[in-house]
């Protein structure tokens, strides 16, 4: 059966390590079918939701590197079913994921929603832009208003996606959303 996601992830080491756990079965018999190579309204209105998100990268020398990347709520843009973009606004100025991308451009992203305790992950293939190089793309990322610069723009293409199960996700809330809370209580 085809479970996309796992069908990337599944490596012969990964298929060891559940076979010496007792868990190879779980997912070698998995009685359904999962491809999930398209975002549906589930997906989108997750990912708009979001606020930020964590890429991981992988180095010429083997290491992987997890980049936080946050901006105003939605600046993950959904652009179809199997497109993700964003413009990538000025940070620390290492430049560690983009220099990655140029040598591979294979990307995992994990989205959290803390609040409601779901998380969503992603294998896609990135294309790193210069902001004039699609002005019709960047017109659809760039935020209105939004003070950081923007210094390029990442279009995701999508391999797979999957939830992962809510188990040891703490809720958190963020300080609007206890505002929100405190002020619906007054009301």
């Not at 990655?100 to 994990?110: E, G, W």
Request: charged residues 25%; aromatic residues 12%.
């Amino acid at each position: 059966m085809a479970y996309g996601f796992l069908d990337i992830a599944m490596t012969p080491s990964v298929r060891a390590a559940q076979a010496e756990m007792g868990a190879d079965g779980l997912w070698t018999e998995f009685p359904g079918h999962r491809e999930f190579d398209c975002f549906t309204e589930a997906e989108s209105a997750f990912i708009a939701d979001r606020d930020s998100f964590y890429m991981a990268t992988v180095s010429e020398t083997g290491w992987p590197y997890m980049q936080h990347r946050g901006g105003p709520r939605g600046f993950l843009k959904v652009l179809d079913a199997q497109t993700l973009a964003f413009a990538d606004f000025r940070g620390n100025r290492q430049y560690i994921s983009t220099g990655n991308l140029r040598a591979n451009d294979r990307v995992s992203l994990f989205l959290m929603d803390y609040r409601r305790r779901a998380r969503l992950k992603v294998y896609a293939h990135a294309e790193v832009l210069a902001p004039d190089v699609d002005p019709a793309l960047t017109a659809q990322v760039v935020v209105p208003g939004y003070r950081g610069k923007v210094e390029r723009i990442v279009r995701l293409r999508l391999a797979a996606f999957d939830w992962n199960c809510p188990q040891h996700i703490t809720p958190r809330w963020s300080e609007a959303e206890i505002r929100a809370l405190q002020d619906a209580e007054g009301e």
